[in-house]
């Protein structure tokens, strides 16, 4: 599904992803890992095309298809999402209005019928039950005013009516409450199929006790340093990011 | 792709066209003979002759509002304007039979169906190009419940007792420099009476266009409701793109009686100019309320989008007790264009409120200032005003102000005032077009969540209309 390969990107001339090695199957979970200013963000803003990264090597294949030439909303109609680690505040437009919008420009991408607002009401009742969302949401401004937890609730919400191939779900467990990690992690597991891959961004092992990864990676300094299985996460709650580091320091002199 | 937010082109205005049809001009230039000759084509009591001169009578000894607004524009030698312009065509219309095909295709192009059987539903409309009204539909239907709605021209000459009583009764002949020149010129426009508990069941609509280089449009329009009369009455317009400035000089005067409300809303979108801030409109408009009765309302919507300038206080002078004045306000200047709105709410009754919420959108390089005055007079006891007033800018070349004044002459009253700056931000952007929508259609839904308190305001089709216009507008204006 995606391939990303030799992936450096900068911003501000600031090399900040100094060669990237991933490669994500349909069906799969990988988990990223690692310590603060890694580039962790850095690397889902880079696969959603924020415009102020810049690519200077390497190449992103995603769907046989060469993402990097892709404007950031066609991405999104392909079928990439990503959750923000700070969801943005839209003044004015209604939750219910963004994600109609949202998911019409799909539909339509796919060639298919767009929903009236009648209908989208109905498809919209019944995924947020899947995030255990109160309707009373869909008509506030988009996160204004929303606590941190359920901005990244709403987040999952957009999740549940896109339906992405791939989602990359930036630290979406930080700032939840323990019965919202749950509720949030069992809204993703039942969004979760044969065809489609998450990439989680995370700090915390607890989450992945819900949503279990088939690969866990951690992100130093731009680059993959380690890979492994769910029981790498488990090392690093216990062990920290020193022994990485000190390895990763290693290698690089050597 | 950039990462600053700056303009790029902007579409197509595309009412820009001319229409090819024969004039009867009057040669330039403003003197009384013009006014005489101009009273006289159009047939007026002498009473209305002696407004005029004496309107003009004092217009020669006032000056141009040149230094208090925050607008800069070339002298305008009102010499070289033409100050009647007419469509030739028989002096009496009976029926649209009578009118010149050419202007009925005309408004039909600019999606205002003149004909019985395609007018719009639900909207009695006056249609007036360059200097005269060309038809009024839904007449007949409306003078059945003793509504009259008519172009001014034709009132003043069926209903003088009415024009004559209201006529500069909210915007005196000396108010300022074009209200002033606007009474000693204005040829036409609209006349609404709405008789004493009335409820106008469909919304009443003037269309104005001006066609003609070379004159100015100096369009007047009364609107005068009754005791517990309603009526919601629309304005729209456009001119064709000249690469030289048009003036226009309107007056609109409202008065509502007792229990009576009346909710004026436009949709202004006269040519701009181009990108060079070549051509366009000057648009110089004196709008008025007056809350006459007690518990009466007058509510202000306006999306201004056009013209090179603007230069426009819609007000309410709020005298009965009780009474309501609103004004809705988004006003969106791009590339070189320069707008001075906002409003004047003068509460001189008790209990009186007045809301004020203007949303100014500056792209390009072009400047955008809310100017409002909020006044409360010693005997408008427990008056109320409320303001917002938030700018939005689009790009680093623009500029917003806000410039409130505020005087409460007694103790009982208050009046707040909110103010914000904003700007469209690369990540909002980001967000919006990471969830699938167009970086357009980004800016368009950012645009209009900045803008919904003033579009709930408006009748629907009108709503839509305006978040239409302000898509086409910016387009191209974020990169
Ligand atoms: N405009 C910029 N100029 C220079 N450096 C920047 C800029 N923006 C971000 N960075 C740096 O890029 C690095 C990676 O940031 P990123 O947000 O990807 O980290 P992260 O791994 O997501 O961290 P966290 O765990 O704290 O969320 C950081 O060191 C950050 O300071
Ligand atoms: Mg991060």
Request: net charge negative.
């Amino acid at each position: 599904m995606l391939e990303i390969r030799n992936l450096h990107a900068t911003i501000d001339d600031q090399e900040i992803l100094r060669g990237i090695d991933l490669k994500v199957s349909a069906g799969e979970v990988h988990a990223i890992m690692g310590p603060n200013g890694s580039g962790k963000s850095t690397l889902a803003k880079v696969l959603a095309g924020h415009p102020a990264y810049e690519v200077t090597e390497g190449e992103i294949i995603y769907e046989g298809k060469n993402l990097l030439e892709m404007d950031p909303d066609e991405r999104a109609r392909e079928g990439v999402f990503m959750a923000f680690q700070y969801p943005v505040e839209v003044p004015g437009v209604s939750n219910a209005q963004l994600l109609r919008l949202a998911y019409n420009e799909k539909r339509k991408h796919q060639g298919l019928e767009e929903l009236d607002p009648l209908e989208f009401k109905e498809l919209l009742a019944e995924r947020a039950k899947l995030v255990d969302m109160d309707l009373s949401f869909m008509s506030r401004s988009v996160n204004e005013g929303f606590s941190g937890g359920e901005k990244k609730r709403n987040e999952i919400l957009q999740m549940a009516v896109l339906e992405p191939k791939l989602a990359i779900l930036d630290e979406t467990d930080s700032g939840l409450d323990i019965d919202a990690l749950r509720i949030v992690a069992d809204g993703v597991n039942k969004l979760r199929r044969p065809d489609n891959a998450i990439i989680l961004v995370t700090h915390y092992q607890r989450i992945l006790n819900y949503i279990i990864p088939d690969y866990v990676h951690v992100l130093y300094r731009g680059r993959i340093v380690r890979s492994g299985g769910k029981e790498l996460a488990l090392e690093l709650e216990e062990k920290g990011y020193d022994w990485i580091k000190s390895e990763a320091g290693v290698t690089a002199s050597a | 792709m950039s990462t600053n937010i700056e303009l790029l082109a902007n579409r197509e205005y595309k009412y820009g066209f001319v229409t090819e049809i024969e004039y009867e001009d009057f040669p330039r230039g403003l003197n009384e003979e013009i006014i005489r000759l101009l009273s006289e084509r159009k047939g007026e009591p002498d009473w209305m002759l002696e407004f005029r001169l004496k309107a003009y009578r004092h217009w020669v000894t006032m000056r141009e509002p040149r230094h208090w607004p925050n607008i800069t524009y070339p002298e305008i030698d009102f010499q070289s304007i033409v100050y009647y312009s007419a469509p030739k065509q028989r002096p009496k219309k009976k029926s649209l039979d009578e009118v010149d095909p050419e202007l009925l295709r005309t408004f039909e192009k600019l999606g205002i169906p003149l004909h019985e059987q395609k007018l719009l539903a639900g909207v009695a409309v006056d249609a007036v190009f360059d200097s005269v009204s060309v038809a009024t539909t839904y007449k007949e239907k409306l003078k059945k419940m003793g509504i009259i709605f008519c172009s001014m021209s034709e009132a003043i000459r069926e209903y003088p007792d009415l024009v004559r009583k209201y006529l500069g009764s909210v915007v005196p002949p000396n108010d300022n420099f074009y209200a002033a020149l606007n009474s000693a010129v204005f040829s036409d426009g609209s006349f609404c009476y709405i008789p004493k508990g009335v409820r106008c069941p469909m919304e009443l609509s003037t269309y104005f266009r001006i066609n003609n280089a070379e004159s100015g449009q100096f369009e007047r329009t009364l609107i005068v409701a009754e005791e517990g009369a309603y009526v919601s009455y629309l304005e729209g317009c456009t001119a064709p793109m000249y690469d030289r400035n048009q003036l226009h000089a309107a007056v609109v005067e409202l008065v509502a009686l007792d229990d009576a409300e009346i909710k004026y809303s436009t949709v202004q979108n006269w040519y701009a100019g181009d990108e060079e801030g070549r051509g366009g409109i000057y648009n110089f408009v004196t709008k008025r309320g007056k809350c006459l009765g007690r518990n009466s309302k007058i509510s202000w919507t306006q999306v201004e989008t056009g013209s090179a300038i603007t230069w426009k206080y819609p007000s309410v002078i709020l005298m009965g007790d009780n009474s309501i004045g609103e004004f809705y306000s988004v006003a969106l200047t791009n590339h070189r264009q320069q707008a001075d709105t906002g409003t004047k709410m003068i509460h001189i009754g008790r209990n009186t409120r007045s809301t004020i919420v203007s949303k100014g959108i500056a792209a390009g390089k072009s400047s955008n200032s809310y100017r409002g005055l909020v006044k409360i007079l010693p005997k408008a006891e427990n008056a109320r005003n409320f303001t917002q007033c938030d700018s939005m800018l689009i790009g680093s070349e623009c500029s917003a102000n806000t410039f409130p004044y505020i005087e409460v002459m007694n103790n009982s009253s208050r009046a707040e005032h909110e103010a914000t700056t904003s700007r469209i931000s690369e990540e909002q952007l980001f967000y919006l077009q990471q969830r699938g929508l167009s970086q357009e259609d980004a800016v368009s839904l950012i645009i209009n969540g900045f803008c919904k308190e003033v579009f709930r305001e408006l009748p629907m089709e009108f709503a839509v209309e305006a978040q239409r216009l302000l898509g086409i507008k910016l387009e191209g204006s974020v990169g």
